[in-house]
């Protein structure tokens, strides 16, 4: 079984990518699924996006070099399920993703790789992202125990479901040991179902 | 047997709706976080989400726990040109391999373009009597909520889930909260599935459905056919739900008689007695309730760049100055993209390629209603129109009823099986800032090839009535 951390904290600089209903086409390109691994895929976040914006795009403003926290707008991840999404951008050095809303399958993947995606007001988001591109050096801190943010901005509470949380903070989040621990209930529950056991 | 209407309910009192009895037939388990572990009895493979799922089993040294229940097929990158082996695109042949070497390591049925069953995963599951109702299904592509069509509990995940559901046939996963969204009434003609769900979503917008599986019902979705029913639900996710479903009837059981995998003889019997009894019922309570007319519904096109920005064929595309103020920045943004007249209708867009096909409608049905419309003419010069069924078994009923010939002599490409245009991860692109009228289910930005590509979806007969007239046409003026 692969080591599974438990993720209490997050901490480092943001980059602010405003804008709704980012779809993981524009995250990742389809003609980089043309692969059988997530090895190089982080260089490529954003590509057509990046190169039509001529360098004029959070992802290369040198004021967010470095920045491992993603602060985005409403239904960021929505479209195809593709987990090279999130492969790509937690290669690109994101670790923790701060919206006002999240695609369901895009957040299930980010949980799957042990990478928040937590959602504020827009009121707070709003002031975030202002204090952020105002200040890009200063450092964010995402506590998932406390259900917070901290930026120069203040200390403002975040929301997750709690079933995610809980799998972040205990160490759960790449699920495969859990529900291999359900052992014979498995077969149990297939044995109840005609169109499994048959 | 089904009880009469006047007869009390056996499930009198039993206020669970469909996804409540499937959810908790398959729940293996409640985990300490809330979460539930599902079983998940039905599991659909292809080969661009599940080769790093096998590579992480065998980092792991985990088996696939019931190869029985997974099946697989090739549809995102095969060619519709050539098939033939090895795939010109090296890439592509290389993850073609991967997925044979990956079947034949741990046990799983590949339908290949060998077997004659080969074609989108979203077709070949139904048409094989593989989907069926009561069932849980996963797949790692989001448009598995096509086969809640069959009143199944079908959703998307992604690649680490399908080592999971690989591994353990289970997820860890959140119940989610029911929407009942009735269509009531009748459509007018010439007006489809497509733009049914074109205009649910129009209405709730692309994250309403966040957190939400969608039960469609009402007179109309009770009226289609089970292709039609899949077109609906296949579109869900683009309105933000990750499950979309069709409670099981009439309709759902004589499509399912006599498939391959469906149970045959007695067996089948007994289990329609079991797929009558999962149904929501009159009683079953709903998180939230949404009744569209069927009549107000319009042959649906998108002008933006989600499928949620969509206009009647004979509307005028939203002016910036009259949006709601949250949406004006992602309506000017679209409106930029698509180079699109604000205030003008989309009836008379110039179009540079037409395209029939995908999950969302590449089946039989489809190919029927496109070919009515390619009959009465041709395709306009300077416009590239393909015809891509969703599968072998597609291709060939279309064969049989000369549907082919049909597209070919009005001009249009006839073409192999696979996803194609729709996501462009094979040879089949847009180029440039070709505009495409197409049968699939993205506009985004991007989705058809060419990063600077625009799509205006709308339905396969629409497709074609565009590709006659080389621009945006009402079919109702063709037909």
């Known amino acids: ?198 | 047997m089904s009880p009469s209407p006047d007869s009390p309910s056996p499930r009198q009192g039993d206020a669970r709706n469909l996804l409540d009895r499937v959810w908790d037939l398959h729940t293996v388990r409640e985990l300490p976080n809330g979460q539930t572990q599902l079983l998940i009895g039905t599991h659909l493979i292809h080969e661009v989400t599940s080769p790093q799922a096998f590579q992480m089993l065998r980092e792991r040294g985990l088996g696939v726990r019931f190869p029985q229940r997974t099946f697989a097929t090739v549809d995102h990158i095969i060619p519709t040109d050539s098939q033939l082996r090895p795939l010109s695109d090296s890439l592509a042949e290389e993850m073609m391999r991967a997925l044979e070497a990956n079947c034949r390591e741990f046990g799983i049925t590949l339908f290949d373009p060998t077997s004659g069953h080969q074609g989108i995963v979203h077709v070949i599951g139904p048409e094989l009597g593989i989907t069926q109702p009561g069932t849980t299904i996963a797949c790692g592509d989001s448009h598995t909520s096509t086969h809640g069509a069959f009143g199944a509990i079908a959703f998307g995940i992604g690649t680490s889930q399908v080592r999971d559901v690989l591994a353990t046939q289970c997820m860890a996963i959140a119940r989610p909260a029911v929407r009942r969204i009735d269509v009531t009434n009748k459509l007018g003609g010439g007006v489809y599935a497509k733009d049914v769900i074109l205009a649910i979503i129009r209405q709730l917008g692309v994250k309403g459905g966040v957190g939400f599986a969608y039960e469609y019902g009402g007179a109309v979705i009770e009226g289609m056919t089970l292709e039609e029913r899949m077109t609906v639900c296949n579109m869900s996710i683009e309105g933000g739900a990750r499950v979309g479903y069709v409670n099981p009837d009439e309709t759902t059981f004589e499509y399912l008689r006599g498939r391959d995998h469906a149970p045959q003889g007695e067996a089948f019997d007994a289990a329609v007695a079991g797929w009558r009894e999962i149904a929501s019922g009159p009683g079953s309570r709903y998180d939230d309730r949404v009744e569209l007319d069927g009549r107000d519904i319009q042959p649906t096109v998108t002008w933006g760049i989600n499928p949620g920005q969509s206009v009647g064929v004979n509307e005028p595309i939203p002016r910036p100055a009259e949006a709601r103020d949250e949406e004006r920045a992602s309506l000017e943004e679209a409106l930029a993209f698509m180079e699109l007249a604000p205030g003008e209708p989309v009836a008379g867009t110039k179009v540079d390629v037409a395209f029939i096909g995908s999950c969302t409608n590449g089946r039989i049905s489809d190919l029927r209603e496109a070919a009515r419309v390619a009959r009465t003419g041709k395709v306009a010069p300077g416009v590239r129109a393909l015809v891509v069924p969703g599968s072998q078994a597609v291709a060939r009923q279309a064969l049989d009823e000369g549907l082919d010939e049909v597209f070919r002599s009005a001009g249009f490409e006839w073409r192999e099986p696979g996803c194609s245009m729709c996501l462009a991860m094979n040879p089949d692109k847009l180029v440039g800032r070709e505009l495409c009228a197409s049968s699939s289910n993205r506009n985004f930005k991007g989705r058809q090839g060419s990063p600077t590509g625009r799509t205006l979806l709308m339905s396969p007969a629409m497709v074609a009535a565009a590709a006659l007239k080389g621009s945006v046409t009402d079919v109702r003026e063709v037909l």
Request: charged share 25%.
């Open chain 1, 1 to 198: 079984m692969s080591p599974v951390a438990k993720l209490q904290r997050v901490e480092g600089r943001g980059c602010v990518l405003r804008g709704d209903d980012i779809d993981t086409d524009r995250i990742i390109p389809a003609r980089y699924l043309r692969c059988v691994t997530f090895d190089g895929l982080g260089e490529h976040a954003f590509e057509d996006d990046r190169r039509q914006a001529k360098g004029d795009h959070p992802l290369d403003d040198e004021r967010f070099l470095g920045a491992g926290i993603l602060i985005v707008g409403e239904n960021f991840g929505c479209g195809s399920s593709r987990e090279h999404a999130p492969q790509s951008l937690l290669r690109a050095g994101y670790r923790a993703f701060v919206g006002g809303s999240f695609a369901e399958i895009f957040a299930g993947n980010c949980t799957a790789l042990g990478a928040p995606c937590v959602t504020l007001p827009p009121a707070e988001l709003a002031a975030l992202m202002e204090s952020v591109e105002l200040d890009p050096g200063q450092e964010l801190v995402l506590d998932l125990e406390a259900r917070t943010l901290t930026s120069r901005a203040g200390t403002v509470a975040v929301s997750l479901p709690e079933g995610t949380r809980s799998q972040l903070l205990e160490g759960t989040w790449d699920a495969t040991g859990v529900l291999l621990e359900a052992g014979d209930a498995i077969e149990a529950t297939a044995a109840r179902l005609p169109y499994v056991s048959a």
